[in-house]
C-alpha cells in the first residue's frame, strides 16, 4: 500500500437537480488519521455533496475512490460497505431502547432465533472500553442520557461497523461547552486509530481547534482547501461570503426614532433550561433590531420568553413602560407583541385551510359584531392583504397547503400585518423560500418598521440581516456579546460572519 | 393547482350526499311502500332526534382533534337527573339542571384532558365508565316515570302543526351549532386547534381554553340528547345513550368532518346522523333479528366512514 494513498478521495464531481446545478466539479481528498472541517453556508452545497458520498443521492459525473479503488455507490447500503459511517445531526437513538439495544438494532449477533443479548453486552462493554469510554452504562435507556453522551453512543454504533471514513454532521450544535470538549477528546482518539474524519460544522473555532484540513465549499465549488494552521477566521469567512456584493441595504422611507422613549427594554433574561443568560437589548420605534447567532445560541429561546411560549425564570420584559414578562400568548397578542415561528409548515401556517382562514388566524374577534363574524368584512380585508403583500394566490380561499414557500411565509406575514402590533419577532423568516419571495419579506419587514413599529428579526443568513437591519446584536450562550450599528459600524454579512464567529 | 383544490372541496362536500341517497334509495327498493311514507319520515325524524343533537356537539370536539366517547353516561345522568328533578321543580328549572349536569361532566372531561395532560381518548374511556357507573347508582337501576306533561310534549312526543317537537329541537341544535361553528371567533378557533395546534398556540389562540370549551359543549348536547330521551319515552333510565357513542361518532365523519381535526360542518353532522337513523329504522322494517341488524349497521357504517376517510387519505 502507499504511503500517500488517500482514505476517500472524490474527482470532479458534478450533481444537478433539474435546472439547479448545485456541485459544479468538487474535488477533495482525506488522508487516514486526518480530519477535515467542511464548511459552507447555506445552498452552498455540503449536503448534497456528503449524501453522494453516503450513496443517498448518484452523481451525475466524476469519481469517487477509497482506498485508492474507484467505487460506485447505489445506495447507503453500499456506502456501509465500503466502510464509509455517517453520523446525522438529528440523533437516531430509540429512547425507549437501552444504549445496547440502540448499538445492535437491526444487526443483533443471533443464537438461533433469539437475540444473543448476552453477546451484545459483551460486544457493547468491549467497545465501550476500546473507545476509553467507562461512564455510560450499557443497560442504561437511552432517552435518560444527556444529549452529549448519546451523540457518543452514535458515533460508536456507527463506529462497530468499522468504517474507514466517518462523516460527522454538525455534531456540535447542541452540545455544552463541556460536552464538546468530550466529544472532541473522542474525536481525536479516532483520528489516532487511522480513521478519516468528515467533521461538518458552522463553528470556525471548533474547526480551528480539532482540524488539520478546512474544505469550503461556495456555491458548488471548492473556494478553499488549506491547512488550518495557515487560516484565520477572516480568510475563512471570506471564502464562504465569496466575493463581497456591494451593501444594498433595502431604503427605508422613515428611520427609527432613537429619541423616543424604547418601545422594548429587556432586561438579564434568563430561562430554567440555561439557554438564555442574561440577555439585555431595547427596540425602539420603526427600529429593525437583528439578532446573529448560531444554531443553540438561545435566539429561539429569547423570541419564546418574550411572546410567552416559554417561561423565563429571571429578568423584565417591558413594552412601553409597562412589565409584560412572562405573559401569556394571547394576552401579548393583544397587547402589541406577536410572533412568526421558525418552522413555517408545523407552526406558521395549517395548510389545510385556505389563505382567508391562515390570515386572520390570531384576529377574528376584529371582525365580529355582536358576537358575529363580518365573513364580507373579512374578505375584503383578505384580499387586500394578497394584493398589498403580492401573494401568488387564486384566491382567498385557496388551500395554503398549494402555494409556494414564498408564498406561503406571505401569508404568515399578513397575519401580524393585519394586527400592526408594536413589536413585531421573526425567527428565521428566509429559510427555504426562493430569492424572489425573500426581496418581497425584506420589503414587508421595513414596511412594518416604517409604521412604527418595532421589529426583532431573528435569521441564520447574514446577508438578510445586513440588508433590513438598523443594528444587529450578536448572541452567544444567552447573552449578547457584541452590536453592530448601521451607519457607525460595516454592516455586511462577512462583519457580521467575523463578529459572531469570533466572539 | 386551482383544478385539484377545486376537485377536493367538492369531493369531500359530495361524499355526504352520496351516502344519504344511496340509504335512502337503497331502502325505498328494498321496502317499497313502507319506507318512504310520510309516517315512517316522521317516525325517524323522532328516532334520530337524540343522535342528531348529540352529534353537533362531537362536531365540535372532532373538529379540535378531540374525541369523546363518554357521551351516553352523560345522556344516561341526565335522562335520570331531569326526571328525578320534574318531580319537585317546574320544567324549565329540570331541564335548566339537566343541561348543567352535561356542563359539568363535559368540563371535567375538558380539564382532565388540558390540565392533567391525558389524551381525549383515554380521559373518556375512563369517565364514560364513571359517568355510567354513576348512572346506575342514582336510582339503583330503577326507572323513574315522569308524569309532566308539558315537558314531555314540548321535548318528546308532541307535534307542532304536524312537524314532531323533537325534530324541531334538532333543527334549533344544528342551526345554533352551525353559526357558531362557522360565524364566531370560538368556531375559527376550534377549526385551528384541530388543523394545526402548535400553529394556533404560536398564532396567540389559548389552545386548552378551546380545546376545554369544545368537550364541554360536547357534554351539554349529549346531555340535551337525554333531556329528549326521557321526554319521548315519558321517563328515564339509565340504558339511554348506552349504544349511541358509535352512531355520533360515525355520524359526525360520515357527515365530511375530518376525523383528525381541522375542517368540517354541523350541517353534514345532520346529514350523517340521518344516514344512520336511516340505517336504524330500515334494517328494522326489514325484519332482521337485532342480532342480524347489529352486523348489518356496523358493516354499513364502516363502509361509509372508510367512504369519507378514503377521499382525504388520497390528497
Known amino acids: 500500500m502507499l504511503k500517500d494513498e488517500y482514505a476517500l478521495e472524490l474527482k470532479d464531481i458534478y450533481k444537478s437537480f433539474y435546472q439547479n446545478q448545485v456541485l459544479k466539479g468538487v474535488s477533495l481528498n482525506v488522508e487516514k488519521g486526518m480530519i477535515m472541517g467542511l464548511l459552507g453556508g447555506n445552498g452552498a452545497g455540503k449536503s448534497t455533496l456528503m449524501k453522494i458520498v453516503n450513496g443517498i443521492y448518484a452523481k451525475d459525473s466524476g469519481a469517487i475512490f477509497i482506498g485508492g479503488k474507484e467505487i460506485e455507490l447505489h445506495n447507503a447500503q453500499d456506502a456501509k460497505r465500503q466502510g464509509i459511517a455517517m453520523v446525522y445531526q438529528e440523533l437516531s437513538l430509540v429512547p425507549t431502547l437501552t444504549v445496547v439495544q440502540n448499538l445492535f438494532l437491526n444487526a443483533e449477533p443471533c443464537n438461533g432465533l433469539s437475540i444473543d443479548e448476552k453477546m451484545c453486552l459483551k460486544q457493547a462493554k468491549e467497545a465501550f472500553e476500546d473507545f476509553g469510554i467507562n461512564d455510560i452504562d450499557p443497560n442504561a435507556v437511552a432517552g435518560d442520557l444527556p444529549i452529549g453522551k448519546k451523540q457518543l453512543i452514535e458515533i460508536i454504533k456507527a463506529m462497530l461497523k468499522n468504517p474507514q471514513v466517518l462523516i460527522l454532521d454538525e455534531p456540535t450544535a447542541s452540545l455544552t461547552q463541556y460536552e464538546i470538549g468530550l466529544l472532541f477528546e473522542f474525536i481525536r482518539k479516532l483520528k489516532e486509530r487511522g480513521i478519516a474524519i468528515i467533521l461538518i460544522s458552522h463553528h470556525m473555532k471548533e474547526i480551528v481547534e480539532i482540524c488539520d484540513r478546512a474544505v469550503i465549499l461556495f456555491n458548488g465549488t471548492v473556494a478553499l482547501n488549506a491547512e488550518v494552521k495557515s487560516l484565520t477566521i477572516p480568510d475563512m469567512v471570506e471564502a464562504m461570503v465569496g466575493r463581497e456584493v456591494q451593501e444594498d441595504y433595502v431604503k427605508r422611507e422613515k428611520k427609527a426614532d432613537y429619541n423616543a422613549e424604547p418601545l422594548l427594554c429587556v432586561k438579564d433574561l434568563e430561562n430554567s433550561d440555561g439557554k438564555l443568560n442574561g440577555a439585555c437589548f431595547t427596540i425602539y420605534p420603526g427600529e429593525v433590531v437583528g439578532i446573529a447567532g448560531l444554531m443553540g445560541s438561545g435566539r429561539t429561546e429569547l423570541i419564546k420568553c418574550i411572546y410567552g411560549l416559554m417561561k423565563p425564570k429571571k429578568g423584565s420584559v417591558t413594552l412601553r413602560g409597562k412589565k409584560i414578562t412572562g405573559q401569556k400568548p394571547w394576552v401579548s397578542v393583544d397587547t402589541g407583541v406577536f410572533m412568526i415561528p421558525e418552522d413555517r409548515r408545523k407552526s406558521g401556517i395549517i395548510d389545510i385551510h385556505s389563505v382567508k382562514m391562515n390570515l386572520f388566524l390570531s384576529a377574528w374577534k376584529h371582525f365580529t359584531k355582536g358576537g358575529w363574524i363580518q365573513d364580507k368584512k373579512a374578505d375584503e380585508e383578505a384580499k387586500k392583504l394578497i394584493e398589498k403583500l403580492d401573494i401568488k394566490t387564486t384566491g382567498i380561499g385557496q388551500e395554503v397547503k398549494n402555494l409556494s414557500g414564498g408564498n406561503q411565509q406571505k401569508v404568515v406575514f399578513g397575519k401580524s400585518v393585519f394586527l400592526h402590533p408594536d413589536i413585531l419577532m421573526l425567527d428565521d423568516p428566509t429559510v427555504g423560500v426562493d430569492v424572489e419571495a425573500k426581496d418581497g419579506i425584506c420589503r414587508i419587514i421595513s414596511a412594518i418598521a416604517d409604521t412604527g413599529s418595532g421589529v426583532l428579526l431573528v435569521s441564520s443568513e447574514f446577508d438578510h440581516l445586513a440588508r433590513v437591519c438598523d443594528r444587529v446584536l450578536i448572541m452567544k450562550q444567552g447573552r449578547m456579546v457584541g452590536e453592530l450599528k448601521r451607519g457607525k459600524d460595516k454592516l455586511s454579512e462577512s462583519s457580521l460572519l467575523v463578529a459572531v464567529q469570533g466572539a | ?315
Request: hydrophobic share 50%; proline share 2%.
Open chain 2, 1 to 315: 393547482m386551482q383544478r385539484q383544490s377545486f376537485k377536493d372541496i367538492n369531493l369531500s362536500k359530495f361524499i355526504v350526499y352520496i351516502s344519504f341517497f344511496i340509504v335512502l334509495i337503497g331502502f325505498s327498493i328494498l321496502l317499497p311502500g313502507k319506507f318512504l311514507t310520510v309516517n315512517n319520515i316522521l317516525n325517524i325524524l323522532r328516532q334520530t332526534a337524540m343522535i342528531s343533537v348529540a352529534a353537533v356537539g362531537m362536531t365540535f370536539a372532532i373538529t379540535a382533534g378531540q374525541i369523546d366517547l363518554s357521551t351516553g353516561g352523560v345522556t344516561a345522568i341526565t335522562a335520570l337527573v331531569t326526571a328525578l328533578m320534574l318531580q319537585r321543580f317546574p320544567t324549565v328549572i329540570a331541564v335548566l339542571i339537566g343541561v348543567g349536569v352535561g356542563f359539568i361532566c363535559g368540563a371535567l372531561n375538558g380539564i382532565l384532558l388540558t390540565k392533567c395532560r391525558i389524551p381525549a381518548f383515554i380521559v373518556t374511556l375512563g369517565t364514560s365508565s364513571v359517568y355510567v357507573g354513576f348512572a346506575r347508582s342514582l336510582t339503583n337501576l330503577e326507572a323513574v316515570t315522569i308524569t309532566n306533561e308539558t315537558f314531555n310534549h314540548y321535548f318528546g312526543s308532541g307535534n307542532i302543526g304536524f312537524i314532531p317537537t323533537l325534530f324541531l329541537w334538532t333543527v334549533v341544535i344544528t342551526v345554533i351549532g352551525q353559526y357558531v361553528y362557522k360565524k364566531t371567533p370560538f368556531g375559527r378557533a376550534v377549526l385551528a386547534v384541530g388543523g394545526s395546534e402548535s400553529a394556533a398556540r404560536y398564532s396567540g389562540i389559548n389552545t386548552d381554553k378551546i380545546k376545554f370549551w369544545a368537550m364541554t359543549i360536547c357534554g351539554i348536547t349529549a346531555a340535551f340528547s337525554g333531556i329528549l330521551y326521557s321526554a319521548r319515552m315519558h321517563g328515564a333510565r339509565y340504558t339511554y345513550g348506552e349504544n349511541d357513542s358509535m352512531n355520533i361518532i360515525a355520524a359526525v365523519v360520515i357527515g365530511g368532518t375530518s376525523f383528525s381535526g381541522g375542517k368540517g360542518t354541523v350541517f353534514g353532522t345532520l346529514l350523517g346522523s340521518l344516514v344512520i337513523g336511516m340505517l336504524n329504522n330500515g334494517l328494522l322494517l326489514l325484519g332482521l333479528s337485532v342480532n342480524a341488524q347489529m352486523i348489518a349497521r356496523g358493516i354499513v357504517i364502516v363502509l361509509a366512514v372508510s367512504l369519507s376517510l378514503r377521499e382525504k387519505l388520497s390528497n
